[in-house]
């Protein structure tokens, strides 16, 4: 039996046909007209100068334009701040500007400004400084630049703190109550900057705001599904070189949101994570075709880097697991520091807890944390701050600095708390017949980018389980004798838990895969159920650790060893508790008939006799035998008085003929033999089948 690991909320009710699968799909969304939401253009786009401070804002960059004067801008290292500082340089070059561009050291600096970069920059002779996608919370920052004579125009998404800065400007929805929807990216408020500097729509530029929304996963209502839609007109027709080579290295065969989210932003933000944003940024900004080419090589060759440090990262942060932890707080040396956020999210969902990854360099913990289910993370650093430099975040994620000296105290106490685990909720479009879908059905949830839309698959049969490109599995399903695909990427977990003829239901999303001119339906899987009884048969399998390591927790092993140091009195009572069950390889290499056999227990019993004097290890060494099998011989011979004991050992008594069948020891084992005999030699069904009698199956 494999337990799902959410709960399943359906939002429509019953099983949905075919034909009535896409309006549901948009209903459940909120859209109401999905042709004229999948339409929404400029005029849905909100007047930059309803943001706070606009007006100013633009009068002092058009001065310092017409002044020549130096202008920084200081954006991120995500793809929402690479993709603001691309928008605010490609427009305001477009004027004219003398302008430049500083990203923080991901590594060094963090996020944001601090003392060291604003010295650098006062320094360096700017006299305007556009933040972008960050500088909300940097008031100490802003001060310092203040009193340097360098003006900063601020403009940020993020959530403001206790006191604002003393900014030039500040162009932020949230300080804008004219400014009618709140939600939207660094990228379109940089975009907005733009667009009032240059009193003209930025068309442009609307591929690469959009891509900083989908990225930075801002909610797609209103004027951000209007820009989504806007820029991937654009992108289609993009005039963008970097843009245009990232589309060609990425071999699309559509461009939606969903390739934005799960091919082209990810490309932009591995350099990000691996300390090299300003690739990017030369990429979204050059005019040279040739120095385009060139960066369109490293940032792929970041990206499959990036790649290589998560899986790297999360391998040896599953070694460091402490199962009976409530909270993972795992720390490493050997992680890399751009990917430990991946990390976390990933070992969080996998183990259903709130989980921390950290990197540790010159006795300095820095890391990553994310929460699961409703367990607020930020609230359980607040608990624990007294062992923290530095933190900060919301409620499912943050970021966070310790000493090394601190770590153990922190994870101690970071695990003291009680709090009340719940099982996070899964709201899942509705249940559908896998057979009763149609490609037409799935091709146009793509289209519309609905990649999100979750779906039941109820009655699967695993006709085939395999491994493919060492981290992902791949399961050959039936239903109603057709045969589907289902794909769960980086996890193995579902191909050791499941066994060939075990009846599913999963929880995933639909797609269309292209192999060798052949289309064929594929089920992402989300979440997975078995109901029934499990019986996997790994009897065979030489690397037994291994298998046991990637076992759920429910699994009992079935082995030689359960049955020989089972103290129920049959094997039957395992059957009748447990109903996921793995057959495992032996683990003694024995020959029965050492115990079994008259005339071998005779021998046994003549050599013990010659020694007179003996305790259990010189059984064991005598006979080379392992410490249960010498434990059976000593209780058979004590059961037929032929030993007696001394303090710490035993001796041969002098005894009388007697049948084995009056040792309940030999009895015992002899049935237990039996049963080990069944256990190795009969087919896995069978097996099966005898186990379901027990739970009146």
């Not at 070189?241 to 969903?258: C, E, F, V």
Request: charged share 25%; net charge negative; with cysteine.
């Amino acid at each position: 039996m494999i337990n799902s690991k959410y709960i399943w909320h359906k939002q429509v009710k019953g099983i949905v046909k075919d034909e009535d699968v896409f309006d549901l799909i948009t209903k459940n969304r909120d859209i109401l007209d999905y042709k004229a939401f999948f339409s929404m253009g400029k005029e849905h786009l909100i007047d930059p100068f309803l943001l706070n401070d606009m007006e100013k804002a633009t009068e002092r960059i058009h001065l310092a334009i017409a002044n020549k004067e130096k202008i920084l801008i200081f954006g991120d290292y995500d793809c929402d701040g690479i993709t603001s500082v691309a928008i605010i340089y490609r427009g305001l070059k477009s004027l004219g500007a003398n302008i430049s561009y500083k990203i923080p050291n991901r590594f060094k600096d963090g996020y944001g400004l601090n003392e060291e970069i604003v010295t650098d920059i006062i320094n360096e002779d700017f006299s305007l400084m556009i933040t972008v996608d960050n500088g909300i919370n940097s008031v100490n920052e802003i001060a310092k630049l203040n009193n340097a004579g360098i003006d900063t125009i601020l403009t940020d998404h993020h959530e403001i703190g206790d006191k604002l800065p003393k900014a030039y400007a500040i162009i932020h929805t949230k300080v804008s109550s004219d400014y009618p929807f709140k939600d939207i990216a660094g990228c379109m408020v940089a975009f907005k900057l733009v667009w009032a500097t240059k009193k003209a729509y930025p068309k442009d530029l609307s591929d690469l705001v959009m891509i900083g929304t989908i990225a930075d996963l801002m909610p797609l209502i209103n004027e951000n599904q209007a820009i989504v839609n806007l820029g991937l007109k654009q992108l289609k027709k993009t005039e963008n070189l970097g843009l245009q080579k990232i589309l060609q290295y990425s071999d699309l065969d559509i461009i939606n949101a969903t390739a934005i989210s799960f091919q082209i932003a990810p490309k932009i933000n591995s350099s990000g994570r691996l300390n090299q944003a300003e690739l990017a940024i030369e990429l979204l900004i050059t005019e040279d075709i040739t120095y385009a080419n060139d960066l369109i090589i490293e940032i792929e060759d970041n990206h499959k880097l990036r790649k290589k440090h998560t899986k790297d990262s999360f391998i040896k942060a599953e070694k460091l697991i402490d199962h009976s932890d409530q909270v993972l707080v795992l720390a490493s040396e050997e992680f890399h520091e751009g990917v430990i956020g991946i990390c976390a999210q990933r070992i969080s969902e996998k183990y259903q807890k709130p989980t921390i990854v950290l990197t540790i360099e010159d006795d300095i913990a820095k890391g990553s944390a994310r929460s699961f289910g409703n367990v607020s993370i930020l609230n359980l650093l607040d608990k624990s701050n007294e062992y923290l430099e530095r933190y900060g975040g919301h409620s499912q994620a943050a970021g966070m600095q310790l000493k090394l000296e601190n770590l153990s105290a922190f994870k101690k106490k970071i695990n003291s708390f009680i709090f009340e685990e719940s099982e996070p909720v899964l709201d899942i479009d509705m249940e559908v017949d896998i057979t009763d879908i149609s490609k037409d059905t799935i091709y146009r949830l793509q289209n519309k980018s609905f990649h999100t839309a979750l779906f039941l698959f109820k009655n699967l049969r695993v006709v085939r389980k395999q491994i493919i490109g060492k981290n992902h599995v791949k399961l050959l399903l039936e239903n109603n004798n057709q045969i589907f695909e289902a794909i769960k990427f980086n996890s193995l977990e579902y191909y050791y838990n499941l066994e060939v003829n075990d009846i599913i239901d999963i929880c995933g999303g639909l797609t269309i895969n292209h192999y060798r001119n052949h289309e064929n339906i594929q089920i992402m899987i989300n979440d997975l159920l078995c109901d029934n009884l499990q019986v996997i048969d790994y009897r065979n399998t030489v690397n037994k650790n291994y298998i046991k390591a990637n076992l759920f927790e429910n699994f009992i092993c079935l082995n030689d060893e359960l049955i020989l140091t089972n103290t129920s009195k049959t094997i039957k009572e395992i059957f009748e508790k447990y109903n996921s069950f793995v057959l495992c390889p032996k683990e003694y290499d024995f020959n029965y008939n050492l115990i079994i056999d008259r005339n071998e227990l005779g021998k046994i019993y003549l050599k013990l006799k010659k020694i007179q004097d003996f305790d259990i290890f010189d059984i064991i060494k005598l006979f080379n035998i392992d410490e249960i099998f010498a434990e059976k011989i000593i209780n058979i011979f004590s059961d037929l008085d032929f030993i007696g004991k001394n303090d710490n050992s035993y001796y041969i008594k002098s005894g009388k003929k007697t049948d084995l069948k009056e040792s309940v020891t030999y009895q015992s084992f002899l049935d237990k033999k039996k049963t080990i005999d069944w256990l190795y030699q009969s087919h896995k069904e069978k097996i099966k089948e005898y186990m379901e009698g027990y739970h009146g199956l």
